[in-house]
């Protein structure tokens, strides 16, 4: 399995900012896709999730300004992400379950990084105030 993801780069805050993440290697359809973040020197955060039949989780921190969406044609997620802070400055992970057809039994199950296998590189994004 191999996740590419793509799209980061420098914004000023309230800009925005689209992230791909291109899947290959297992039934992409078939799997919840996440998306998480890491700061220099912070632990690696939860930013949402959107399921293989399409439910969306967000992370309160990020709620309200970003959107998934998903190509099981193209086998690629999306994370569009609006209205852009200083704070949201990380470099971006998608990561596929561990598991096909995968559903969070409680919302909070969502962000657990042990549900996640399978993880892309990185992709930095730098919001500037």
């Known amino acids: 399995v191999q996740l590419q993801a793509s799209g980061g780069g420098t914004v000023q805050a309230g800009g925005s900012l689209r992230l791909s993440c291109a899947a290959s290697?297992?039934?992409?359809?078939?799997?919840?896709m996440g998306w998480f973040r890491q700061a220099p020197g912070k632990d690696r955060e939860f930013v949402g999730r959107?399921?293989?039949?399409?439910?969306?989780y967000y992370a309160e921190s990020v709620e309200g300004r970003i959107t998934f969406g998903r190509d099981n044609v193209k086998n690629e997620v999306y994370l569009q992400m609006n209205s852009l802070k200083p704070e949201d400055t990380a470099v971006y992970y998608c990561?596929?379950?561990?598991?096909?057809?995968?559903?969070?039994?409680?919302?909070?199950?969502?962000?657990?990084?042990?549900?996640?296998?399978?993880w892309g590189q990185g992709t930095q994004v730098t919001v500037s105030s």
């Open positions: 959107i399921s293989w039949r399409g439910r969306q």
């Open positions: 290697g297992l039934a992409f359809s078939r799997y919840g």
């Open positions: 990561a596929a379950d561990r598991h096909p057809e995968y559903n969070p039994s409680r919302p909070e199950y969502a962000g657990f990084v042990e549900q996640y296998a399978f």
